[in-house]
């Protein structure tokens, strides 16, 4: 069974940082994509970063020279290192698995989630 379980989420003041964390389990080789994709009361879900199994990433425009995600293939784990934080990046902050090397902003592509991790930002 595929697993992938959030941490890192807090509240945070503006212009401070966090460090979103996603372990992976159940996955018995390596993921062509996953990526990091938030959600706000009231808006749609929306990619943040992408991360191929190269290690080439992207970003959305919002959140470039700002976030970086990498990921740790031995430990299974995902990163989200989130700074200069803004209180529009509030929101509920997921990770997810595509099985296929599209890795694109699609989010009905990808085939595994987590349950979120919640960022709160204050000005």
């Known amino acids: 069974q595929v697993q992938l379980v959030e941490s890192g989420g807090d509240s945070a003041q503006a212009g401070g940082s966090l460090r979103l964390s996603c372990v992976v389990s159940?996955?018995?080789?390596?993921?062509?994509?996953m990526g990091w994709f938030r959600q706000a009361p009231g808006k749609e879900r929306e990619g943040v970063a992408l991360i191929d199994n190269d290690g080439s990433a992207s970003y959305v425009d919002s959140v470039k020279g700002r976030f970086a995600i990498s990921k740790d293939n031995n430990k299974h784990t995902l990163y989200l290192e989130m700074n200069n934080l803004k209180p529009e990046d509030s929101a509920m902050y997921y990770c997810a698995v595509d099985l296929l090397p599209t890795c694109g902003w699609y989010t009905p592509a990808y085939n595994y989630w987590g349950q979120g991790t919640q960022v709160t930002v204050s000005s």
């Open positions: 159940g996955l018995t080789y390596s993921t062509p994509c």
